[in-house]
């Protein structure tokens, strides 16, 4: 089993819309998670950490469910400069970061 | 504030050639990691160097090595290089870590492309 696993997409939506997805990690004692953004043929860029009681960023929420051991990404209001691969990072302590495949967004006018 | 540099942006070798990467982290940042993106995957870490020292490895045989100066610049070499090992080479340096969770800033990264 993967260490993050990402449903890779695509996920399709028009500009406005609400669009959310989660990524699954495999070893509980995982301690810090991310949220990272890839731009086409260009270098992960850090979106948002993800804090265990959810935390916002603008239009952008992120959720931790340790108990289910997901976290999640929703975007609010899409603009068509959200259309990225969004990647999920986590990490054990002493380990290095782990990171998902990624799910690709794309917004559409 | 410069960010993290790497060199070659390109380099394109043959089977069983060795190919040299590098990179500069940002100033005051000890920790650097290198990740291999190949076409259409994610990233798989391959190495994670603190204070010059190894401190992690990845899932990749022995002939990808690297090392870290006393500058905190790090060196990654791949030698009998296989087609498989194309790919986008991406470094990421953080502050000093002893614990792999502080927040990357990555380089353009190299891409390098075997024949």
């Known amino acids: 089993r993967k260490e993050v696993e990402q449903d890779p997409g695509p996920f399709n939506v028009p500009e406005g819309a609400t669009v959310a997805f989660n990524c699954t990690y495999s070893n509980s004692a995982s301690q810090s998670f991310f949220w990272y953004r890839q731009d086409c043929r260009k270098e992960p860029k850090l979106l948002m950490s993800v804090y265990s009681s959810g935390n916002e960023d603008g239009r952008f929420t992120a959720q931790l469910n340790r108990a289910s051991q997901y976290i999640s990404l929703l975007i609010r209001d899409s603009k068509l400069s959200d259309s990225a691969t969004y990647l999920c990072v986590v990490n054990m302590r002493y380990t290095r970061l782990s990171f998902g495949a990624g799910t690709t967004v794309t917004v559409r006018a | 504030e410069a960010g993290v540099t790497q060199s070659p942006t390109h380099l394109i070798k043959t089977r069983g050639q060795q190919a040299t990467l590098r990179c500069s982290p940002i100033?005051?940042?000890?920790?650097v990691y290198w990740y291999q993106q190949a076409l259409g995957l994610g990233l798989q870490f391959l190495l994670w160097y603190d204070e010059g020292e190894e401190r992690n490895r990845g899932n990749f045989p022995p002939r990808f090595s690297g090392r870290q100066f006393p500058n905190y610049s790090s060196e990654l070499n791949v030698n009998a290089l296989e087609l498989e090992d194309s790919a986008l080479y991406l470094c990421?340096?953080?502050?000093?870590?002893?614990?792999?969770?502080?927040?990357?800033?990555f380089g353009a990264g190299s891409r390098l492309t075997v024949l």
């Open positions: 100033s005051g940042h000890t920790s």
């Open positions: 990421a340096s953080s502050r000093g870590d002893s614990s792999g969770a502080n927040v990357l800033t």
